[in-house]
């Protein structure tokens, strides 16, 4: 065990340099900069397009809020407990501003890459698929890039992201509840099992009922620790942001660590340039590619600006973490919890200290099972639809790698935590490199994609996407059937006419 603990951080060091933090940074930059801040100027038609209802939306496709719910399911787990905890430990204060930053740029990134995948999507075996893999072989051409990247998305949501979050479950459950790890792995195995048998439907079903419920519930929680020590609320803020931009004479040892971890983290919570998202988004049913690639990024301002602030303003509000000045986990600052391991434990001694020991640490446990649930079947479908590309749709191989992964999520009881986050960023980092090029590259289709989308915005129109506007191929039919049947109905008369031929909503 310590050999593979050595050559998981080994290769997880080489793959998370500072090059993967600067590529990550700079694309969000670029993105945000040539589309006109995107993901601020269209704010308001992201929160309307959760609700938008679509009658073209398929038995075998979801609908716009169930792959909105389906990758905030996945985007909030326990990066936004555990691994805000993480960050603080090892990167301070600052690293809680930075993760924000990764946001603000990441939510760019999060709408060029859904767009994409929702521009290059297919059907396989009756459904809508679609991500990385698919819109890398079709508009770079590059095949050997898309099966890196399939083969990533197999390896990191597949097999060794999930770890993480059953092994922080199994803490969480442990200390409220007294159950053995090995007990709630078993409990994750059967549940899992139940939902992604149902495929894609089911899995979007699920999401569409627990994710609003999970978010909601945990602001509120969060926003009551706020009040109840309101007082710390100003010295927090300040500490956050002196620190992250290296004005804090405490910190400026670590500020390298902290842009790091802030970033690294960030990441893992929100995944946005990860190439995640795109994998689910593409099994939406939706008028116009960009819509779905809004609606993706205002998920990652959810995930990150939101829940994972307000889990991080908590900690440092009521005092419950430590900070390292060293990769050994030499303290820095000692605050409430000596002796404390980081992670998910910071945040249940700030809910048992503010809400009651027993009912603070069950609340946070069930919010954390609810919270790992969602994330374990985004994760299965985002390997799943990988899988398909690199063995065209076999149903034999997707049922053999339900297995496997349900084993993968068993592994996180049996294998310790600090190896755990190693095996999840090796995965993250994987997908990152990958799509980050694949997307920069791509980029000009993109931007084309927007400026049809802006272009019929401005002229008072509901967005209907016409690939021969931007010069996209539709072999399988997907979209073009789906101007034929708006066409039907009177909605669109001959897409060859252009804009004015599209009839206002």
């Not at 931007?447 to 915005?457: E, G, I």
């Amino acid at each position: 065990m310590e050999v593979f603990n050595t050559v998981i951080n080994s290769v997880n060091n080489v793959i998370w340099s500072m090059a993967l933090v600067v590529l990550l940074l700079a694309v969000g930059i670029y993105f945000t900069i040539r589309s006109k801040g995107v993901q601020f100027r269209y704010f308001i038609e992201m929160c309307r397009l959760i609700g938008e209802k679509n009658e073209e939306s398929k038995e075998n496709g979801l609908t716009p809020f169930q792959a909105f719910a389906t990758t905030v399911g996945a985007r909030i787990g326990m990066g936004n407990i555990a691994g805000v905890g993480t960050a603080l430990f090892f990167g301070g204060p600052g690293a809680i501003v930075w993760m924000q930053i990764t946001a603000l740029v990441g939510a760019a990134s999060a709408t060029v890459e859904s767009s994409l995948g929702q521009a290059y999507k297919e059907r396989s075996n009756g459904e809508l698929i679609g991500g990385p893999a698919y819109y890398i072989e079709k508009g770079l051409h590059a095949k050997w890039l898309a099966v890196i990247f399939a083969i990533a998305a197999i390896m990191g949501p597949g097999l060794l992201m999930p770890a993480v979050q059953t092994h922080s479950t199994a803490v969480a459950i442990q200390s409220s509840f007294g159950l053995p790890f090995v007990a709630t792995g078993i409990i994750i195995f059967i549940l899992l099992g139940i939902s992604i048998m149902g495929g894609i439907q089911r899995i979007g079903k699920v999401a569409e009922l627990l994710a609003p419920f999970m978010c909601i519930l945990y602001l509120v929680c969060g926003l009551v620790i706020l009040f109840m020590n309101i007082g710390n609320l100003g010295s927090a803020i300040v500490d956050m942001f002196t620190a992250a931009f290296g004005q804090n004479a405490m910190y400026k040892s670590i500020i390298g660590a902290m842009i790091g971890w802030g970033v690294k983290r960030g990441l893992f919570s929100n995944e946005a340039g990860q190439g995640s998202g795109p994998i689910v988004s593409s099994a939406a049913e939706t008028t116009h590619p960009v819509k779905q690639g809004l609606i993706q990024g205002l998920s990652v301002y959810i995930d990150t600006l939101l829940v994972c602030t307000i889990t991080g303003i908590s900690l440092m509000v009521t005092g419950m973490y430590n900070v390292s000045a060293n990769a050994d986990g030499t303290v820095l600052i000692k605050t409430g919890l000596p002796g404390v391991e980081y992670g998910v434990s910071y945040m249940q001694d700030a809910m048992q200290n503010n809400f009651g020991g027993a009912f603070g640490n069950c609340l946070l446990s069930i919010l954390i099972a609810i919270f790992v649930f969602t994330t374990l079947m985004a994760y299965y479908y985002q390997a799943e639809a990988n899988l398909r590309y690199l063995t065209k749709g076999s149903k034999v191989a997707t049922r053999i790698f339900q297995v496997v992964y349900l084993f993968a999520n068993f592994l996180g009881v049996l294998v310790n935590g600090q190896v755990i986050w190693s095996m999840g960023d090796t995965g993250a980092g994987l997908m990152a490199w990958a799509n980050l090029i694949g997307i920069a590259i791509l980029s000009p289709v993109f931007f084309r994609l927007l400026k049809d989308f802006d272009k019929q915005k401005k002229a008072g129109l509901d967005p209907i996407y016409d690939p021969a506007t931007v010069g996209l191929e539709d072999k399988e039919g997907i979209w073009t059937s789906f101007v034929a049947r708006k066409k039907a109905r009177g909605d669109y008369e001959n897409p060859a006419l252009g804009y004015d031929s599209i009839t206002k909503k």
